[in-house]
Each structure stands twice: as C-alpha cells, then as structure tokens.
C-alpha cells in the first residue's frame, strides 16, 4: 500500500472526492482517508509544515504501507519554473532561523533519491508537455512573499521551488527506512509578492483580511494563485489516480 501525505488539502480535495475517499481515522489533527476503489492507497491530511514529520513517521509506522509520496504546493523561486507546473524533487535543501538571516551558510543538504519508476509515470502522463518537472527544492520557516528573496533562493541556492514541508518529510522517511518522493505544485511564480497564507488562513481571519489582501496584492497575483491552486489540483488527480498501481520494489 502506498501512503500519499498532504500538506494542503486542498491540493487533494477534488481526488479525494473523485475517487470516494471516506474518513478512516482522525487523530492529533491528522485525518486518514481510504477508498474501496483505489484500495492500494491511503491518503493522510493535516501535514503542514513541521506536522509533515509526524504525519510522515505516522504512515511509516502502518505495517502495511511501503511508500510515502508527499505532496504539496510550492512557491518558484526562478522564473523558468510556472505556476501550475508539478515538480517532482529531486534535490532537497533545507534553511533555517529568521528570513532576514538567510544566507548560504544557513543552508543544509538534504538527502532525497530519485524514484525511477514514479519518474517513468510522470513522463508518461506528461508527454513532454513540461506540466511536470523534476528540480530542487529548499525548505524553509516561512515562504518568501518578497519577489527579491525569491531571486535570491533561486540564484545563491540553486533552487527551483520553495516551501515549508519537503525536508520534514524527507528526514522522518530517511530516519524509518521508507522509500519516499516529493511532489511539490507550483502556486506563486518568482516574481510575485502575494502571499498565500493570507488566502489559506482559517475562515474567520480570511473574512477580515479578505478585501485588504485584494487590495494590497496585486489582483493579477491573486488570480494567478487561484488559478494555479486549480490547475495543479487537477494535474494531481492525474498523477495520484496512477499512483495506486504503482510498483513499488521491495
């Protein structure tokens, strides 16, 4: 069985809903959902930031699943990378402390393999389309929202994408001896200076703020994001529906 770890909700409501997931466990937030039609997988949620360790650790623990594939939205840090693009990691920085500190020394390396036969998958559904990708990704505290530290990460760093998951996941798998891959959504290119945790805050917070964000953001950045949260959602159900006949090698 294959466990499918999501950051973001989101990222997973329409597969979820497609394929007639059902609430199998709840517990310390996370929430576990099985399928009688795709029986070969099991789909935890509520893995945000450094609660991707635990959730990770949690489907490791599970007798019965032998792979862990994380997904998740991301932010471009170089301008080649587009919104709605999926990227599949296939190397992992992680930085750390106050953003206005960052700096190279700042930066860990990450160990994360590359699954050739999730690989193989993504070239198949692609069909040289470039709608997924393999690149780096560092994880850091917080997104950068600032358009310069975004170029800054992309140029110093060598890196792709930025997010807030990618290397929590990849330690509790390294620590449990689980194979593993990261697949990261592409929701905010480099250029921009809209925040999305303003658009992913809970309901109360987001009806404050919901006009100011409009405001302040440019209105272009907020339907990019949209539209990019959209866009990978359904190239997700793309890649996820495959992953259930995926082999995985023992």
């Known amino acids: 069985m294959k466990g499918i770890l ?11 809903k497609k394929h007639n997931f059902s609430v199998s466990t709840s517990r310390d937030r996370y929430i576990s959902y099985k399928s009688t039609e795709l029986d070969e997988l099991i789909v935890l949620t509520g893995a945000a930031g450094e609660r991707a ?3 990770a650790r949690m489907l490791g623990n599970m007798s019965e699943v032998t792979f862990v594939l994380s997904v998740g939205h991301a932010a471009a840090s170089v301008e080649t990378v587009r ?19 960052w700096s190279s020394d700042s930066v860990a390396e990450v160990e994360v393999a590359t699954f050739e036969y999730l690989k193989i998958l993504i070239n198949h559904i692609d069909d040289n389309e470039s709608k997924f990708v393999t690149g780096s990704i560092v994880t850091a505290p917080h997104i950068a929202t600032n358009a310069n530290m975004r170029r800054w990460l992309g140029r110093n760093l060598g890196v792709d994408a930025i997010d807030q998951d990618a290397a929590y ?3 509790a798998c390294s620590e449990m001896s689980i194979p593993f891959a990261i697949i990261r959504g592409i929701t905010s290119h480099e250029s921009s200076n809209f925040s999305p945790s303003r658009y992913r805050a809970g309901p109360r917070i987001r009806n404050v703020k919901s006009k100011r964000s409009i405001i302040l953001d440019s209105m272009f950045d907020y339907a990019r994001y949209r539209l990019g949260m959209r866009t990978v959602s359904n ?16």
């Open 6 to 16: 999501a950051s973001d909700t989101k990222m997973v409501r329409r597969f979820l």
């Open 83 to 101: 919104v709605g693009t999926v990227l599949l990691c296939e190397r992992l920085m992680k930085v750390e402390g106050e953003m206005a500190l």
């Open 53 to 55: 360790y635990g959730g």
């Open 169 to 171: 996941v990849a330690s």
């Open 235 to 250: 190239r997700m159900d793309q890649l996820l529906t495959r992953i259930n006949a995926l082999v995985v090698p023992e």
